[in-house]
């Protein structure tokens, strides 16, 4: 301590002395805690806004694709030749082509709404991590001419079919008899069940083999698109201009191709979390500012109540700049505290959330997160080293900041004046 310069010694001397005044060290204490409480709360609703964006892009590329390339009027008749010049991109690692459609599944009494999705299932999972979330049978279990169909388990539990059972898929595009249109009918084997933990998908979407899916629709030859994935699936808008720059310089010969990527398909999602993390962030700063700027009454109280001692420092020589400097210190060191303390127990809570949560719901018998409701039916948490000590700065300078004033109030005291009545 000797070594160190004499105002940062009177300052932690000042800060953890007891002093007849209790009330200065309960505004202390308590200014102390909120900034802790604040940059805590910071650090844990970032990570879960983070996990969230995560587990959502997981989730969703977990169904969907990183790249589509569709024709117009949602078919594309040279999808062989576009599959080939995708896969010879550089960043492109499969593809894979599909055929998507809407459908009525009818099973007993039950009757659902569904995506029908037209895969080779080879292809499929080297574009998709459906295989992944299969909790009943295999994709391969879908094979040409046997008519199988894969359910999400909500849609499956909905219609009450389970495996072996006979769906019937009614195509919305009719057929015409001498009785007028009729609805294309036909029966599916359930093979498989997934879960990719998405009520939208695990509620609305069934797989078929591209082929059964391909008569059913009387597509022929032609698919709706191609699907791909790349390398970095950071790298897909870029991609995705490249790729339709280079397709649509054959549209005079091969027609219009238009291609999307996951960040313009699904960008209300990723916008929506975007924007509540900037929102939460500011709102959370300010409880943090609220905190940090006790200190200003703190110091302003710690001033007034040693006015005696700032004017015999002074006698003795001190400058200004170094009364300036003690209570800075001052309440530098409650800022520092406050903050180590915020972002220890912030970075505990966010690492260990995913076993704190359950155990709450347990210990209430309640459910934050309905899974009919929310995309997210969990609470995830991804900590980002980079918000942490974005967190800890602001924190840090807000506490600085509030220090100055009253410091520059003790600087400007005059010593023959704080002695007068001594």
């Known amino acids: 301590m000797k070594s160190l310069p004499y105002e940062l010694f009177v300052g932690w001397r000042y800060t953890r002395a007891k002093r007849k005044n209790h009330f200065i060290s309960f505004i202390s204490l308590t200014s102390m805690i909120g900034i802790a409480l604040g940059v805590a709360a910071l650090i844990v609703v970032l990570s879960v ?17 990183h790249l589509e390339v569709t024709g117009g009027g949602n078919q594309l008749t040279d999808w062989q030749s576009v599959a080939a010049f995708s896969a010879r991109q550089p960043n492109v690692q499969a593809s894979a082509p599909y055929i998507s459609a809407q459908a009525m599944l009818s099973y007993d009494q039950g009757v659902q709404g569904a995506i029908v999705r037209g895969v080779i299932p080879s292809a499929e999972d080297k574009v998709a991590d459906l295989g992944k979330h299969m909790k009943v049978g295999r994709l391969e279990d879908l094979r040409a001419g046997e008519f199988g169909i894969i359910l999400g388990v909500d849609l499956a539990q909905a219609l009450g079919a389970q495996i072996g059972d006979k769906v019937v898929l009614m195509a919305p595009q009719g057929q015409f008899t001498p009785t007028g249109v009729v609805p294309r ?8 069940l997934f879960q990719i933990g998405m009520y939208e998908y695990d509620a609305g979407l069934a797989l078929i083999h591209l082929d059964d899916a391909a008569k059913l629709y009387r597509m022929g030859d032609k698919v709706s698109g191609v699907r791909l994935k790349l390398a970095d699936l950071f790298d897909a808008p870029a991609v995705a201009a490249h790729i339709s720059e280079q397709l649509n310089a054959q549209a005079n010969r091969n027609g219009d191709y238009y291609v999307s990527d996951w960040t313009r398909q699904h960008a209300n999602f990723f916008r929506a979390v975007q924007m509540e993390k900037r929102v939460m962030f500011i709102i959370l700063t300010l ?32 400058s200004p700049a170094s009364i300036m400097k003690i209570f800075i210190v001052q309440g530098a060191l409650i800022g520092v505290i406050g903050t180590a303390l915020g972002a220890l127990f912030g970075i505990l809570i966010a690492l260990n959330i995913d076993t704190i949560i359950p155990f709450i719901e347990n210990l209430f018998n309640v459910q934050f997160l309905a899974k009919d409701v929310y995309y997210i039916s969990d609470l995830p948490s991804d900590l980002i080293w980079s918000d942490v000590v974005t967190i800890v700065t602001v924190s840090f300078f807000l506490s600085l900041l509030a220090t100055l004033y009253p410091s520059f109030k003790a600087s400007r005291i005059n010593p023959a004046e704080a002695l007068r009545y001594e």
């Open 287 to 318: 409880i943090v500012a609220v905190a940090a700027f006790n200190i200003v009454s703190t110091l302003v109280m710690a001033v007034t109540d040693k006015r005696a001692d700032i004017a015999i420092m002074r006698t003795f020589g001190a």
């Open 49 to 65: 806004m983070n996990g969230f964006q995560k587990e959502l892009r997981t989730r969703i590329l977990g169904v969907a694709s």
């Open 185 to 192: 009918l036909k029966q599916f084997t359930l093979v498989g």
